[in-house]
Nanobody
Framework: LVQLVESGGGSVQAGGSLRLSCSVSGNTYSSYWMGWFRQVPDKEREGVAVIDSEGRTVYGDTVKGRFTISIDNAKKILYLQMRSLKPEDTAMYYC??????????????????WGQGTQVTVSS
């Protein structure tokens, strides 16, 4: 059983920065994908950034160059450093985990384990 707990969300003005964290407890996998996804009401969950157990990363087009995903395997914490935030980045942000091999996938349907989410609000 895996538990994911996000933290670090909050309210920030446009142009500001936030760092999200996702702590992992329980069973872990030697080969995995981990990622950040976001969702606003009445829209599908969007892949923001994902990373695999080999450190390969994939970013959504809307966040490339602004967001950075990283993982501290010793502490079992996934991070998302968000810079140059825009009002359209406002959403509930979720972290997710999947036992998997190969280049990580941004599509949320491939992920089985999810956190409860942390809200990010960017004001103009």
């Amino acid at each position: 059983l895996v538990q994911l707990v996000e933290s670090g969300g909050g309210s920030v003005q446009a142009g500001g920065s936030l760092r999200l964290s996702c702590s992992v407890s329980g069973n872990t996998y030697s080969s995995y994908w981990m990622g950040w996804f976001r969702q606003v009401p009445d829209k599908e969950r969007e892949g923001v950034a994902v990373i695999d157990s080999e450190g390969r990363t994939v970013y959504g087009d809307t966040v490339k160059g602004r967001f950075t995903i990283s993982i501290d395997n010793a502490k079992k914490i996934l991070y998302l450093q968000m810079r140059s935030l825009k009002p359209e980045d406002t959403a509930m942000y979720y972290c997710a985990l999947q036992q998997a091999r190969g280049l990580p996938d941004l599509r949320s349907r491939w992920y089985d384990d999810w956190g409860q989410g942390t809200q990010v609000t960017v004001s103009s």
